[in-house]
């Protein structure tokens, strides 16, 4: 079931199998609670900014009852003076033992004032859960793009391939499990 009202949604996972739900460019709260064993829940969020676009994304992931999987991945390619922040939390009740949560948000940074937060939070109660949590900001790799530019792509071109090559990971994600599931584009 989604709920929404403005920007905060909340995504209560009540039925076990497969949930996916996708998110681009927008500022949003987002809460799942998964209230079901045996359920998994798939979030992405890709943000692709220019000039001087600013969003704010908060997840958290609240696993309540036991054997239930979440990934969440947010990435982001950011250029000009482009801004986005992410507070990310995983939390895990007591009664969820043996739950499996992960969390990960990576920002690419193109614009000389591009700016991206990212913030993950763990709350795990049970001892007998996996959780995994990452969060990375940086620029383009100049090997990446000294090896393009030694190919004769222009720098800027190069630089478009790079971010390209970065958010086309969460695309086939998404597209792959098109072929298998439904997809719930928030």
């Known amino acids: 079931m989604i709920t929404s009202s403005d920007h905060h949604l909340t995504l209560r996972i009540t039925r076990p199998g497969t949930h996916i739900f996708y998110l681009s460019n927008h500022s949003a709260d987002v809460n799942i609670i998964i209230s079901c064993a045996n359920a998994r829940v798939f979030f992405y969020a890709l943000y ?3 000039g001087t676009q600013q969003y704010t994304l908060t997840t958290r992931q609240q696993h309540t009852a036991p054997r239930s999987i979440s990934r969440v991945l947010v990435k982001s390619v950011l250029r000009g003076s ?8 995983i939390m ?3 009664e969820a033992s ?8 990576h920002h690419l940074l193109i614009g000389r004032s591009a700016f991206a937060h990212a913030v993950p939070h763990l709350s795990v109660i049970p001892a007998d859960v996996h959780c995994v949590h990452s ?6 790799d100049e090997t990446q793009r000294t090896y393009l530019r030694s190919r004769g792509v222009t720098a800027r071109r190069a630089s478009t391939l790079i971010a390209r090559g970065f958010l ?10 098109q072929h298998s599931e439904t997809i719930q584009t928030l």
Request: hydrophobic share 40%; glycine share 6%; proline share 0%.
């Open 98 to 105: 043996q739950s499996d949560a992960t969390f990960h948000s």
């Open 135 to 140: 969060a990375t900001v940086h620029g383009i």
């Open 168 to 177: 086309d990971a969460v695309r086939r994600d998404t597209i792959a499990a």
């Open 48 to 50: 692709d900014l220019r």
């Open 92 to 94: 895990i009740a007591e």
């Open 82 to 89: 482009s801004t986005l922040h992410h507070d990310g939390a």
